[in-house]
């Protein structure tokens, strides 16, 4: 999966994931009950809606993301999964142009049941992960990511009471 090349604001923009390549340690991240208990790295298809991101942003971009720091939502972090969903409708690789104005779509579309209020009307913003070119035609990657970027540290979910998880779960 490769990061979205333009978002939505300029703090979304800053919060691009850039951790392909990056290593924090062999530790995988533990979950319980579905839910992140210890940090660690994540596969980047093994991620699920409500997985809290600890992402480094002083890091060059990465054109192919392969994991993903997650850690419990209780500690600081100013990234959150909130859908994963599959691109539809494509034969072959449509670009990263089709690719970005399909993420933007199902992303916003996922926003509000998430964080309980409209995109226009929220302190959140989002980015987004989708398939690059080589894990579309090698691992027939169809996956979006889409991830809440705050612009202060959160030590809870983002998520509105009642929210349901969608998709990835």
Do not use: K, N
């Amino acid at each position: 999966l490769v990061p979205a090349p333009a978002v939505l604001s300029l703090a979304a923009l800053l919060a691009l994931p850039a951790v392909a390549g990056c290593s924090r340690g062999p530790a995988e991240a533990e979950r319980e009950d579905g839910a992140i208990v210890a940090p660690g790295e994540v596969d980047v298809f093994g991620v699920r809606v409500g997985d809290c991101l600890d992402l480094d942003v002083t890091e060059a971009t990465a054109a192919q993301i392969t994991d993903l720091a997650a850690i419990p939502c209780a500690q600081p972090h100013r990234h959150e999964v909130f859908h994963v969903g599959d691109v539809t409708g494509f034969d072959v690789y449509p670009g990263p142009s089709e690719l970005s104005s399909t993420s933007d779509g199902l992303c916003l579309g996922a926003f509000e049941d998430y964080v309980g209020v409209p995109y226009l009307d929220s302190d959140v913003q989002f980015t987004y992960l989708y398939p690059s070119l080589a894990s579309w035609q090698d691992e027939e990657d169809r996956e979006i990511v889409c991830i809440l970027v705050s612009t202060s540290p959160q030590t809870r979910s983002l998520a509105a009471p009642g929210a349901q998880a969608g998709d990835g779960t």
